[in-house]
């Protein structure tokens, strides 16, 4: 069954709409569908913040509530007054290694709120399913690691996660799965490959390297750096999202990838040679010279690939950016945007950075 919708008909609500990946939805989404009605329903801990939110096209159609998704009286208070008909689940607790130091917050997040949010759909759509839409935003963490030359995830391959996070993921997939099948709710879940972009909070790979290159920090790399992931620019993330939501198949899961395979050491030293470029260093020399190695992380899995094919043939859908586009333009970005990164950076970074690397090796209080 397709889902195609007139927005001018739908109300919205955006979950985590403050964090990395959902504030980009929101201005992807208020650009594309000049009637929606979107609320943004964050709780804004850590990594979401209103500055993600300043420069919001058309506000007027737009309302931000600050609250909690395992909060089901706020919940079923906003589908009721706002009449929400499409809901986009991006809220979750998503750091690996946040995960593993106190996992509690991931299981509250990201499971029972799932099945907060689930259980006022169900309430709010009993009898009018068919015009109503609950897009499930997933990882490709759930699916576990991959050999060198095993073939990329696809929806079909087994859940095997190896992390409190992935698993919460894991287990917030299958209640999804569970509201289908048991309360025929009209869903639909994507499973992402690792994103980048502009607002990344900087405990992530990509944001962490280039602001600690910029501020002489060491460069922290897990290992030998040669741990494989598929890279996500975060607007093709986000038109991939609109497509399986207003073109999907309800039921259907749709993995998207950004169908670049890299590994973590050469995306480091792409960024070294960017930021070579375009803002040398004082004294000379390269940032590479600020690369130092770490002890890898516990249960940190080798590899990640995503097949995109279904959602390319099925929907249409392909990115837009190649890797080498999309990280200069985020490299860009982060050297554009320095009264958000000097706000990032006032709050609680050093201390992340202190509490996540400290004990793996010499050499990370730079």
């Not at 929101?26 to 594309?32: A, G, H, N």
């Not at 500055?51 to 919001?56: F, G, R, T, V």
């Not at 940032?287 to 995109?308: K, M, S």
Request: glycine residues 8%; negative net charge; proline residues 4%.
């Amino acid at each position: 069954m397709s889902t195609e919708s007139n927005s001018d008909q739908h109300a919205y609500l955006v979950t985590g709409g403050a964090g990395f990946i959902g504030c980009n939805f929101l201005r992807y989404l208020l650009e594309t569908e000049p009637d929606a009605k979107v609320v943004n329903l964050d709780l804004l801990t850590y990594a979401g913040s209103l500055s993600n939110l300043q420069d919001l096209p058309d506000t007027g159609r737009y309302t931000f509530v600050q609250g909690d998704i395992t909060d089901a009286d706020l919940v079923a208070e906003l589908f009721e007054k706002h009449g929400i008909t499409r809901v986009i689940h991006f809220a979750a607790e998503s750091h690996v290694d946040r995960s593993i130091t106190g996992p509690a917050a991931f299981i509250q997040t990201n499971i029972i709120g799932t099945f907060t949010l689930l259980e006022a759909a169900r309430k709010a759509w009993a009898g009018r399913e068919d015009d109503c839409r609950f897009l499930h935003v997933s990882t490709d963490e759930v699916y576990g690691t991959l050999a060198p030359n095993d073939p990329p995830f696809s929806e079909t391959t087994a859940y095997a996660p190896n992390s409190p996070y992935s698993a919460s993921k894991a287990a917030s997939d299958h209640l999804v799965r569970a509201y289908l099948k048991t309360y025929k709710l009209p869903v639909v879940t994507t499973n992402c490959s690792n994103n980048y972009g502009p607002y990344q909070y900087p405990e992530k790979l990509i944001p962490l390297m280039i602001l600690n290159a910029l501020t002489g920090k060491n460069l922290p790399i897990y290992g030998d750096g040669l741990q494989i992931r598929d890279w996500l620019y975060v607007m093709d993330h986000c038109s991939g999202i609109h497509a399986a939501l207003s073109r999907g198949r309800i039921g259907e899961t749709y993995n998207i990838g950004g169908l670049n395979e890299e590994a973590n050491i050469n995306i480091v030293h792409l960024i070294c040679d960017i930021l070579d470029e375009l803002r040398p260093k004082t004294g000379g020399g390269s940032y590479r010279e600020q690369i130092t190695h770490v002890t890898d992380r516990p249960g940190h899995d080798r590899r990640y690939a995503i097949d995109a094919e279904k959602i390319c043939t099925e929907l249409g859908w392909a990115p837009a950016e190649s890797f080498q586009t999309g990280i200069r333009k985020t490299v860009e970005w982060y050297l554009d945007n320095q009264i958000w990164v000097n706000s990032v950076m006032s709050e609680n970074y050093d201390e992340w950075i202190s509490l996540n690397y400290a004990d793996r090796k010499e050499g990370m209080d730079q």
